[in-house]
């Protein structure tokens, strides 16, 4: 299974930047896709599901209103839509796929985990 994000880069506070992720090993559309970030010196924390019929979103309270998740299953591809960028968002997002009827926010949920992309928002 691999899993490889896309998409970071160094952005000024307000803007947007799209993240993608790529699945390719996996039957995707069984899986629970999310967005995680991780800070220097901090724990993983979620950011960012959709549930494997693409339905159902679920988001962070810090990202709720500036954060869009998506998917598109022909493509085997997860976004992560970030618009209003703080820089407290700084940080590196990953992604994973987790089991369908698992907790989507819960980092013990995702069997599989790509590498993360760096996304620095400047004040």
């Known amino acids: 299974v691999q899993l490889q994000a896309s998409g970071g880069g160094l952005v000024q506070a307000g803007g947007s930047l799209r993240l993608s992720c790529a699945a390719s090993?996996?039957?995707?559309?069984?899986?629970?896709m999310g967005w995680f970030l991780q800070g220097p010196g901090k724990e993983r924390e979620f950011v960012a599901a959709?549930?494997?019929?693409?339905?159902?979103?679920y988001n962070a309270d810090s990202v709720k209103g500036r954060f869009t998740i998506s998917r598109d299953d022909a493509k085997n591809t997860v976004y992560l839509q970030m618009n209003s960028l703080k820089p407290e968002d700084t940080a590196v997002y990953s992604c994973?796929?987790?089991?369908?009827?698992?907790?989507?926010?819960?980092?013990?949920?995702?069997?599989?985990w790509g590498q993360g992309t760096q996304v620095t928002v400047s004040s």
């Open positions: 994973a796929a987790a089991p369908g009827g698992t907790y989507p926010a819960k980092v013990a949920s995702y069997t599989h």
């Open positions: 090993g996996l039957t995707f559309d069984r899986y629970i």
């Open positions: 959709v549930s494997w019929s693409g339905f159902k979103t």
